[in-house]
């Protein structure tokens, strides 16, 4: 049984509405990823509506709206132009299998390494690319086959139409909150253009939203190893960028509701919804930070959300799609430039010059690389320089207290972690020439954390026995103790206390 409800305050009536709006907003997102990859719209339609089902039912983040999206999209250019849409659609397939694989595998434990500046810089980035993508809809194609900006009186409709949609979304809750506000902005605006016959850009503009039912179709693709190894790399990396941005999208979702995902079981369902959408023609997907936003900012929390917005897509591709396609661009742009607005990160501005350089500079580095090339980079990019910021930092960490014990032999007490960036500054806390024979080193108040940290141990033991003296390693853990024990031809050594901790170190894979 999958529950349909993640608080107190959902309500079915909530959760319909907020599918509806989210619906509503889907469709020319769906529609221009669709463009960006190359495909038929109807593509993007499908993908949105069966991933949206699918994870919302099954998905481990109830009121998380998932359907096709740009990072995807981007991807999906060259193997769509090289080898066609069968293609994509196999790969889809495989990398819904990957999905479902790291879900199993129980790999979505793994987000928890995305630093906070890292989130922050993610959500900021995506933002912006929200912003960006929204432009477009400022912009006339020429006879010539190139794109103008508007200008003149069809300009001033569109930021006019632009502000009401807003200002309705930000004054409506504030009065009532009976209707989600973004529902009624699109409803407002799109009575004021018909009204008035404005003469604005309509979602029927972009592309006719018409069609019937998703039809199974296996993909049109030879069964062999030249068609897996075309595929396999489009897979692995929209498996991963699919995975991410779902992972770290359930993270703000959490926060904003104040709830857990469970982020395994949402890698499973993402991948059983691209399986899926593979098999029945779509574009495949990931979770959508703007939809999920105005879904939950809309009061949509439970599950019954999702399922209503993929359903409502439905019923507008096969009944209502000449009434979708009389909105105006103007409201949906207005909606999402709200989403904007919510989305970022404002309080980033403010601790800039608060938290370290270092995380500072991460910050502004992954909403830059989220920007310019793709959410999957920025990640890795935040994490990689996160994880070096860090080590460097605890290299330089790493000291000792000397004293002497009751035997007149010298006791070396660390205090730091001892890995591969410590252990240059380890090795000069040592002076074996001038030490008495007997010299004792306690780990109480330091860790040994690789295998970098065992090798620098064994080679400061084989220092001191090249001089006729004796080294006593006190409280290191019974798994560095075996470890060295392992390397017996190199050194000798004597170990008296343990702690109980284990190393990071390839030799225990």
Request: overall charge negative.
């Amino acid at each position: 049984m999958f529950e349909f409800r993640i608080c107190k305050e959902c309500t079915p009536r909530a959760d319909v509405l907020s599918g509806l709006t989210v619906a509503l907003a889907l469709v020319p997102e769906a529609v221009a990823f669709a463009f960006v990859a190359g495909v038929n719209p109807l593509t993007g339609l499908y993908a949105a509506f069966m991933v949206g089902l699918i994870t919302a039912v099954i998905g481990g983040r109830p009121g998380m709206i998932s359907g096709a999206t740009g990072a995807l999209a981007v991807v999906m250019v060259s193997l769509v132009a090289d080898h066609g849409v069968e293609y994509l659609f196999a790969a889809v397939v495989l990398m819904g299998i990957l999905q479902v694989l790291a879900g199993v595998l129980k790999l979505g434990k793994y987000i928890r390494m995305v630093p906070h500046q890292v989130m922050l810089g993610f959500v900021n980035g995506l933002a912006i690319v929200i912003f960006l993508a929204q432009l477009n809809q400022f912009q006339v194609s020429t006879p010539d086959g190139g794109m103008e900006w508007l200008s003149g009186p069809a300009l001033y409709w569109m930021l006019a139409l632009v502000a009401l949609a807003m200002a309705i979304i930000h004054f409506l809750p504030k009065l009532t909150s009976a209707v989600p506000a973004p529902l009624v902005a699109i409803l407002v605006v799109t009575a004021i253009t018909l009204g008035f016959g404005l003469d604005v850009r309509t979602v029927g503009d972009m592309a006719s939203i018409a069609g019937g039912l998703p039809e199974f179709h296996i993909p049109v693709v030879p069964l062999t190893w030249e068609t897996l190894m075309i595929i396999l790399p489009y897979s692995v990396i929209l498996a991963a960028i699919g995975l991410i941005e779902s992972l770290l999208t359930l993270t703000v979702i959490d926060e904003l509701t104040d709830t857990r995902g469970r982020g395994n079981r949402e890698c499973v369902g993402q991948g059983t919804a691209n399986i899926v959408t593979g098999f029945f023609g779509g574009m495949g997907g990931c979770a959508m930070i703007g939809q999920s936003m105005i879904n939950v900012n809309s009061g949509g929390r439970g599950r019954l959300s999702g399922i209503s917005a993929a359903l409502f897509l439905l019923v507008f591709i096969l009944f209502a799609s000449s009434l979708i396609e009389m909105i105006p661009l103007a409201a949906l742009v207005g909606v999402m430039f709200m989403v904007v607005l919510g989305t970022f990160e404002w309080s980033s501005f403010r601790i800039l010059n608060k938290i370290p350089r270092a995380d500072a500079f991460v910050l502004v580095l992954v909403s830059g690389v989220t920007v310019f090339t793709d959410l999957a980079v920025a990640v890795v990019v935040g994490v990689i320089v996160s994880a070096l910021v860090y080590a460097w930092g605890n290299a330089t960490r790493i000291q000792a207290l000397t004293s002497t014990n009751k035997q007149g032999g010298k006791v070396y007490e660390l205090q730091g972690p001892l890995f591969f960036g410590s252990v240059t500054s380890f090795r000069d806390l040592f002076d074996p020439q001038n030490d008495p024979d007997d010299v004792v080193v306690d780990f109480r108040r330091s860790r040994v954390a690789d295998h970098s940290g065992l090798e620098a141990i064994d080679s400061l033991a084989e220092r001191y026995e090249k001089r006729g003296k004796r080294l006593h390693l006190k409280h290191l853990s019974p798994e560095c103790r075996n470890l060295l024990h392992r390397a017996k031809d190199l050194v000798e050594v004597n170990v008296i206390e343990d702690p109980t901790y284990r190393v990071a170190t390839d030799e225990l894979a």
